[in-house]
């Protein structure tokens, strides 16, 4: 059984930062590929990020380019997501997701990913 939990969650202001922390038990973490996805108030889950579990290749959703970055310790079994300069639009909760995706677009789609945690909650005054 694979289990992932989420933290780092929380109440910031505009322009503040945030960095989320997913860790991952049950099997070896270096066998998955992870990824960030967040869901708003009334809104339907997206992607947010993604990261291969071999190479290290990043894949991110345009509305955060530039200001959230990505990266996983295979040696704690911790994906991250360092997000800067955030924006009241950020709202949402973040939710992490293990898997085996193949291709670029199953990388930042739901249905590449078997595993999900329990979501943090990040809001961002204004």
């Known amino acids: 059984q694979v289990q992932l939990a989420e933290s780092g969650g929380g109440l910031v202001q505009a322009g503040g930062s945030l960095r989320l922390s997913c860790v991952v038990s049950?099997?070896?973490?270096?066998?998955?590929?992870m990824g960030w996805f967040r869901q708003a108030p009334g809104k339907g889950r997206e992607f947010v990020s993604s990261?291969?579990?071999?190479?290290?290749?990043?894949y991110y959703a345009d509305f955060v380019k530039g200001r959230f970055t990505i990266s996983r310790d295979n040696a704690k079994n911790t994906v991250y997501l360092e997000m800067n300069s955030l924006k009241p639009e950020d709202t949402a909760v973040y939710y992490c997701?293990?898997?085996?995706?193949?291709?670029?677009?199953?990388?930042?789609?739901?249905?590449?990913?078997?595993?999900w945690g329990q979501g943090t909650q990040v809001t961002v005054s204004s």
């Open positions: 997701a293990a898997g085996a995706p193949g291709a670029a677009n199953e990388m930042i789609r739901e249905w590449g990913y078997d595993y």
């Open positions: 049950g099997r070896a973490f270096s066998f998955y590929a």
């Open positions: 990261i291969r579990r071999v190479g290290m290749t990043t």
